[in-house]
């Protein structure tokens, strides 16, 4: 199976700091990645699929990129909403799997 | 507006069944491949189970495999997860999602449902 490493397991931002979360495949993935974002108690929404693209409905400030192994989801200007948690999953051989998650809190 | 609403969760002893069923609209059902991932407390996600269109193709990981069944009915724009011979380590948040229709996202996801599997 690929496994999916998520750092930071957790961090806290200031309103308005960027913020970045990085994902690392055991195995390259061909930008086979998405991006989840969970908010407590709710369901994951997807954020961003194919490592780069942004979901529709998805605010600008998001971004993915990366390729081959190593992955990073960034938020440009960290808002009070964005506090949640957020995983990595890899869709490029089954079984599909998932980051073990990063905890994002407002400072 | 896509809503998938999960049923049929509850508490079960080891070794027993369970079915849950998600309840779809708001989309064209049948066009769609469709997925169950779940989420044990406190952590991360892990996919249990994938169905094709048709329902001809399914998926499911190793620690699963044999013991769930997904399934659909097309008809009733429903989604089902057969879960026999539960662990506890099956106790969990199931989700039924959506998978987007040309790759391997979840663009939808069901508000899940929980299983508790204790004696």
């Known amino acids: 199976d690929i496994q999916m490493t998520q750092s930071p397991a957790s961090l806290s931002a200031s309103l308005g700091e960027t913020v970045s979360i990085e994902c690392l495949a055991s195995?390259?993935?061909?930008?086979?990645l998405a991006w989840y974002q969970q908010k407590s108690g709710k369901s994951p929404q997807l954020l961003i699929y194919?490592?780069?693209r942004l979901q529709d409905g998805v605010p600008s400030r998001f971004s993915g990129s990366g390729s081959g192994t190593r992955y990073s989801l960034k938020i440009s200007g960290m808002q009070p909403e964005d506090e949640a948690d957020y995983f990595c999953?890899?869709?490029?051989?089954?079984?599909?799997?998932f980051g073990g998650g990063t905890k994002l809190e407002l400072k | 507006e896509v809503q998938l609403v999960e049923s049929g969760g509850g508490l079960v002893q080891p070794g027993r069944s369970l079915k849950l069923s998600c309840a779809a609209s708001g989309f064209t059902f049948s066009n769609y491949y469709m997925a169950w991932v779940r989420q044990a407390p406190k952590k991360g996600l892990e996919w249990v189970a994938t169905?094709?269109?048709?329902?001809?193709?399914?998926y499911y990981p190793d620690s699963v495999k044999g013991r769930f069944t997904i399934s659909r009915d097309n008809a009733k724009s429903s989604l089902y997860l057969q879960m026999n011979s539960l662990k506890s380590e099956d106790t969990a948040t199931y989700y039924c999602?959506?998978?987007?229709?040309?790759?391997?996202?979840?663009?939808?996801w069901g508000q899940g449902v929980m299983v508790t599997v204790s004696s």
């Open positions: 169905i094709s269109t048709s329902g001809s193709r399914t």
């Open positions: 999953q890899q869709s490029y051989k089954y079984p599909w799997t």
């Open positions: 195995e390259g993935i061909s930008n086979d």
């Open positions: 999602a959506r998978k987007t229709a040309a790759a391997h996202y979840f663009d939808y």
């Open positions: 194919a490592a780069s």
